[in-house]
């Protein structure tokens, strides 16, 4: 049986939580000692270990048949792959950055100006989108420094909590595009290739489901049972089970992760005690 290839960074960024996602799908492989590739010993794929900016060219060749990569690497590498899950990791956005000091009047204070990026692709067509005519210097890391010595009016590059502008004294003023981790692929797998990559995206799913969600457990007087199972929006009907303390019972749900403290204060306000949260690992739907 043919192997599905997977391309992920060497070391950056995105190279561990890669390799979690990968491992919490239950793929077991050797990952260490500067191997560049490595098999799965139970499930037919391969990995490569790889500089982020070159997957998108491998995948584009079929040299690896998927990669993961942020989707700025995807946007500005214009190749032609296709983007098959949104991973939620590595969360940034690609944007526009000016001197603190300067008084921002709008997109059009870029006009006739110089910036730095390592971005030149997606800058380029933002400013066509925008009418912008300005020169784009490119750059291959430390961007931010780039006003502070004179060679540019303002930068285009990652931000995430905005500590790496604020200390080169640089403000945000424009979000080019947002960004998350991606899995890509190529765009004429064949079918073997396929049908791994489609088991595999059913585990990485079931992982990002679980992620989203918590298994709530409680304990309720049966006269409110009703009134909580209104609050709980499970993944079905709650589970019920009686308590030994007469007129109790123990309630089972799934909320998601998001709406779990909100629901934790109507909860309490409806007579639930003894309220447990707990992490799932997997949620097959
Ligand atoms: N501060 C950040 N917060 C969240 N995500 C980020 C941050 N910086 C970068 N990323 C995301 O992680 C990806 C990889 O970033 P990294 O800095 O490791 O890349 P790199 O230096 O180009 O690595 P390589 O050596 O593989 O070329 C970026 O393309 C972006 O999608
Ligand atoms: O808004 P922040 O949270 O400060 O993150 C943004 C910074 O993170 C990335 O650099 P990284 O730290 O990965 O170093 P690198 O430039 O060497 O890749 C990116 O290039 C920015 O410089
Ligand atoms: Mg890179």
């Known amino acids: 049986m043919s192997k599905l290839k997977i391309a992920i960074q060497k070391s950056g960024r995105l190279s561990q939580k890669s390799v979690a996602l990968l491992e919490e799908c239950g793929l077991k492989f050797p990952n260490g ?30 040299v690896a048949h998927i990669g993961i990569i942020g989707e700025n690497v995807f946007l500005e590498s214009e190749k032609a792959i296709t983007i098959v899950e949104k991973l939620n990791f590595s969360v940034c956005r690609l944007s526009l950055a000016v001197p603190k000091e300067i008084d921002y009047p709008g997109i059009n204070f ?9 971005y030149p692709n997606i800058l380029q067509k933002y ?3 925008n009418r912008i005519e300005a020169t784009v210097e ?8 780039a006003p502070g010595i004179g060679l540019a009016d303002g930068i285009c590059d990652i931000v ?27 765009q004429t797998l064949g079918e073997e290739a396929q049908q791994i990559l489609n088991k595999l995206l059913f585990r990485i799913r079931s992982v990002q489901k679980a992620k989203e969600n918590k298994y709530i457990l409680l304990n309720s007087p049966n006269s409110q049972l009703e009134k909580i199972i209104q609050i709980l929006p499970g993944m079905n009907s ?48």
Request: aromatic residues 8%.
């Open 127 to 129: 400013f066509k989108e």
């Open 138 to 145: 490119v750059i291959s890391g430390s961007v931010e420094i």
């Open 238 to 285: 709650p589970t019920i089970l009686p308590l030994a303390k007469d007129g109790w019972s123990s309630l089972h749900s799934v909320i998601s992760e998001d709406k779990f403290w909100y629901v934790i204060d109507e909860l309490k306000k409806a007579g639930a005690e003894g309220i447990l949260v707990v992490p799932i690992e997997k949620m097959i739907l």
């Open 110 to 118: 870029f006009k006739g100006k110089k910036v730095a990026t390592s």
């Open 160 to 186: 995430s909590s905005g500590s790496t502008l604020l200390s080169n004294g640089l403000k945000e003023v424009e979000t080019v595009v947002k960004s998350q981790a991606v899995m890509v692929a190529n």
């Open 33 to 62: 000692g500067g191997k560049l590739i490595t098999e799965c010993t139970n499930f037919p794929v391969e990995i490569l270990f790889l500089r982020d900016d070159d997957i998108p060219q491998y995948v584009e060749q079929n």
